[in-house]
């Protein structure tokens, strides 16, 4: 690794590498770091959106494509069905983001100038799970992420599993952007979906992750989800994240988890294509790929997917943080590492390695500690414990 990628965050702070002290019972045993181990390839970059975009897409143009090729088919099947009614598939759901958030729409033009890939491919990728959810056949799976929250007395602390398809293993990247006028952010990237919703922190002490909901309504023509993770890492508060995520014409549903280091408070926030709730998180809190706040979980959602992977997941995590709920004061964020290590329940783990035609692996973990403004990221799956940190 060479100096500028160890040089990220928004001083510009050198990252260090850090060990879990230990592993759970349950995880892989961690190896020693020697501090040489491959990290996530690093840009960072300034302008306007689409400067922006087309630098980050031409410098990672390899990854992109790779990640096209990788899911051939799945791609084609996708776009195959996006192109047999663009009027209602493509369209309405461009035009929306162009009404509302016209600078992610410029970045990703940028993004796929950049990469050398037609601009409806990228769209593709954004619209990928409208898409597949008014195809109304059989889906296939999605792997999802596993979430877990500590607010307790002077801890506030955000830990994330980012799942996704073993095909982008190897593929994902870093960024760190500044647009004038918004907060510059250092993120997480799929290889694509540039509007995703890969783990980020702002300079304004902003921090969002996602986890992926399966729900059966679309709003047709509204503006796409990724399209909203996105705008919302511009977010300088969170009554600001609140109001971007909550937005009325949301095409699909999602779940936000956002932090404040300045308000010092972690939001759960869920929603679907009509509703929405907000939970202030207080103690430690558990969440995986399906809508559980009253409100909310009377949503309809995929239920096959919600009682497979994200149930499983959710009630391992939930069974842990009861056995620790009269023992808060001994929970750092060691401990929820070492939680989002735990391979009980795979290939439905919240540490996730493929199996089978299970194909869905843990990309990244995360440590957000809020209250220092500082990140911890793992380098595929945390228990392999490989992490650097990184500082606002």
Not at 319 to 345: K, P, Y
Not at 347 to 375: M, N
């Amino acid at each position: 690794m060479n100096r500028r990628e160890f040089l990220v965050g928004t001083s510009g702070a050198v990252l260090g590498l850090l060990l879990p002290s230990g592993c759970h019972k349950q995880a892989r045993p961690c190896r020693q770091s020697t501090g040489k181990e491959k990290f996530f390839p690093y840009l960072e970059v300034s302008g306007e959106p689409y400067q922006v975009g087309h630098a980050i897409g031409k410098h990672f143009a390899w990854q992109i494509q790779a990640g096209i090729q990788r899911r051939r088919k799945w791609f084609d099947d996708l776009k195959s069905f996006m192109d047999e009614d663009r009027t209602h598939r493509y369209e309405p759901f461009l035009q929306a983001g162009k009404r509302h958030f016209p600078e992610v729409v410029e970045e990703l033009r940028g993004a796929a100038a950049g990469a050398g890939i037609p601009f409806d491919h990228m769209m593709t990728l954004i619209l990928k799970s409208e898409l597949t959810a008014m195809k109304n056949q059989p889906k296939p799976e999605t792997p999802g992420c596993s979430t877990l929250a500590l607010a307790y007395k002077d801890r506030l602390l955000l830990a994330h599993n980012e799942d996704g398809h073993v095909a982008y293993d190897g593929l994902m990247f870093m960024v760190k952007v500044s647009v004038p006028g918004q907060p510059s952010f250092l993120r997480l990237t799929y290889p694509g979906v540039f509007s995703g919703s890969a783990p980020s922190m702002n300079a304004a002490g902003m921090v969002v992750t996602t986890n992926f909901i399966d729900g059966r309504a679309v709003r047709p023509g509204g503006i796409p989800r990724y399209f909203i993770s996105r705008a919302v890492r511009n977010a300088r508060s969170l009554d600001e994240a609140v109001k971007i995520v909550t937005h009325p014409e949301r095409a699909f549903s999602f779940h936000f988890n956002i932090g404040s280091v300045k308000e010092k408070k972690i939001l759960s926030v869920e929603t679907s294509v009509d509703h929405h709730q907000v939970y202030e998180v207080k103690d430690l809190y558990v969440h995986t790929n399906h809508l559980l706040l009253d409100e909310m979980k009377a949503t309809p959602q995929n239920e096959k997917y919600v009682n497979s992977s994200s149930m499983i997941r959710y009630r391992i995590l939930t069974a842990e943080a009861e056995r620790l709920s009269n023992h808060l004061d001994d929970v750092d964020g060691d401990t929820l590492i070492r939680l989002l290590s735990i391979h009980q329940g795979a290939p439905y783990s919240p540490c996730r390695h493929p199996e089978g035609k299970v194909q869905g692996t843990t990309l990244a973990g995360s440590l957000f500690d809020i209250q220092k403004g500082t990140w911890r990221l793992s380098y595929g799956n945390p228990c392999k414990g490989i992490m650097q940190t990184k500082s606002l």
